[in-house]
Each structure stands twice: as C-alpha cells, then as structure tokens.
C-alpha cells in the first residue's frame, strides 16, 4: 500500500510538459483580387508544412484587397489550394484552418483620402489592422504605380500610415513592372524612378530618419517562363476545348523587400 502511495506521489510530482505556442502571421496583401501571390504564398506554406510537425504549423491569415469584384475567384482559389495541400485545412484551436483567406472588397485610396471634414472611423481604414502585433507581411504586387498615377498623396499617406503602425521586423514587399517603373512629378513631364522614390519615402531620405531597411533590391530583374510552360498551363483547354489559351509572357521587374526597424 505504501509502496503504491509512493509511485502516486511521484506521478503526480513529474513536471507538466508546456505545449509549444503555435505561431499566429497575419498578412495583408493590397491590389490582390487576381490572386497571383495568394497562390504564391498558399504553395509556399502547403509545401512547407510537409516538413512540418503538425502541431508546430503557423496559423496564417491573409487579407487580400482589392477595389474590384474578385471574391467568388478568390473563394475558389482558396479551396484549391486547401484540396492540394490538405495541411492547410487542419484545424487548429477555435476550429479555425491553418489558412484563413478574406477578400476585401474597396478602395484603398478612397479610405486614404485627404478630407479634413471626414468624421474619424473608430475602425481602421477597409478594417485593416496595420499595428497588430502578428502583422508579419504587406505585399502591394504589380499596383503601387497605379496608386501613385491615380492619387500621389492618398498613396503616400498610406504608406506613412502603414510606416507608422507596422510592428517591428514586419515586412513590405513592393513588386512592380519595369515598364511602369517610371514616375511622372511636377508639370515638367520629368519622371522619377519608382525604386528611388521608394527609398527615399520609406528608408529616410533628405536627412530623414530611416523607419525601414532595404533587404532586397532590384531595378529590372527578368523572370523568363521554362520552355514548355505555356503547353502545360493550357493543356486542359487543349484537350476539352473549353476555355481560352492564355499566353505566358516573360516579365523584369522592380522590387524592394523592406524591414521595419
């Protein structure tokens, strides 16, 4: 009897083991209805995941906002990534998957719009929280020119915004088409690089205090498609007869990868 009461005593002192915090990313990806970097990162984190202890996988929200009506494409993307890489459909604790997609449907410019008699929202702007501490990553991809074109200052001041609110050691990645890299300023028809003005805006130009770090930088970098690629993308078109053949160009980009300090 005694003997039992000790093996009780020592079961009950065994040190409980702490069970590993399961990491919470949030990510806000702007002018991303189309969904390129939607299925960028889906395919990164499914692939990921495989070498990934299930109880370790990160839990990963993602907002992607656009001005037009991409919700119903977007729902479908998230399930076909979710039926490729089932590691993105186990639940995790609140019954919530380790990828949760939202589409946000607005105009960012609009709600970064100078009116001085605009009541103030007790919301953030489009409900985007630019200060939560798991904000981990903001993408603007193939948009930030058409922001700057259609409204400079509305741009900038969420740029300012975000530069303001983002935690420590978020990033911002800004890609943009070569092409359109170039950004018209004043009346003089002179245009500006657009990775100069990026800099300057976000890395502390004219004496100004850095609030970002530049960790990777290109000005024209070329992505050429594999030979064969085009065939393979269309190759159900091909064989149903349904749909449109679609034309895979190469591309050279500008690209800034930021951290904030």
């Avoid at 590993?20 to 189309?34: F, L, Q």
């Avoid at 960012?108 to 904000?135: F, I, R, T």
Wanted: hydrophobic letters at 35%.
């Amino acid at each position: 009897m005694k003997k039992k009461e000790e093996e009780e005593s020592k079961e009950e002192e065994k040190p409980v083991e702490a069970k590993a915090k399961v990491a919470d990313y949030e990510v806000i990806m702007i002018g991303a209805g189309a969904g390129a970097e939607i299925i960028a990162l889906g395919c990164i984190l499914g692939s990921a995941n495989d070498e990934i202890p299930e109880e370790s996988r990160p839990k990963i929200k993602i907002q992607a906002i656009d001005q037009g009506s991409w919700g119903e494409l977007v729902r479908k993307m998230d399930e076909g990534m979710k039926e490729e890489w089932k590691s993105l459909t186990q639940a995790s604790e609140g019954g919530k998957t380790k990828m949760e997609l939202e589409f946000v449907q607005g105009d960012l410019l609009a709600a970064y719009s100078a009116d001085p008699n605009a009541a103030p929202s007790p919301l953030p702007p489009l409900n985007l929280d630019l200060s939560s501490p798991n904000l981990k990553l903001v993408t603007i991809c193939f948009t930030i020119t058409e922001l700057l074109l259609q409204s400079r200052p509305s741009t900038l001041r969420f740029l300012s915004t975000l530069t303001a609110s983002a935690p420590k050691n978020s990033y911002l990645l800004i890609i943009e088409s070569a092409s359109l890299a170039l950004i018209p300023i004043g009346t003089s028809g002179r245009t500006y690089p657009l990775g100069q003005l990026l800099d300057h805006a976000l890395c502390g130009g004219a004496g100004g205090e850095a609030k970002w770090e530049i960790v990777k930088s290109e000005e024209g970098k070329w992505f050429r498609m594999p030979e064969g690629a085009e065939d393979v993308y269309n190759r159900d078109v091909e064989e149903s007869g349904k749909g449109m053949h679609v034309k895979l160009e190469n591309s050279r980009v500008v690209l800034r990868l930021y951290r904030k300090l």
